[in-house]
């Protein structure tokens, strides 16, 4: 999935845990309600947050200019490692955090 809306309103409502109606209405109704999680680093963090808080994932983010790759793992269970490499850190932080919750 691409940067963009579609993928901010989806990684909203998985992640953060806010509830849409749909995501279409929403962005109409109330644009700066979701914020631009797969473009803007500082939102990005915010799901870096959610995710060790809730569900005391580790993460780890590496990268050089055109690719980062962003990972969410547990520390005793090896198999349980959420990882995506994409060309922006903010990009590679959402899809990852959607592969952790929507697999725990």
């Known amino acids: 999935m691409k940067p963009g809306k579609e993928l901010d309103a989806l990684v ?3 992640v953060m845990g ?3 109606a749909s995501n279409e209405s929403l962005w109409f109704k109330n644009p700066t309600m979701i ?7 500082e939102a990005a963090w915010e799901l ?3 995710i060790f808080g809730i569900h005391e994932l580790q993460f780890q ?8 790759t962003a990972m969410f793992y547990h520390h005793y269970f090896k ?3 959420f990882r995506e490499t994409c060309d922006t850190a ?7 955090a959607l592969k952790a919750v929507n697999a725990l």
Not at 35 to 41: E, L, Q
Not at 90 to 96: E, G, K, N, S, V
């Open 35 to 41: 914020k631009p999680y797969s473009t803007d680093i």
């Open 18 to 20: 806010i509830k849409l």
């Open 48 to 50: 870096v947050g959610q």
């Open 12 to 14: 909203a409502e998985k």
């Open 61 to 68: 983010v590496d990268g050089m200019p055109t690719r980062w």
């Open 79 to 81: 198999e349980k490692n």
């Open 90 to 96: 903010p990009h590679a932080i959402c899809l990852a």
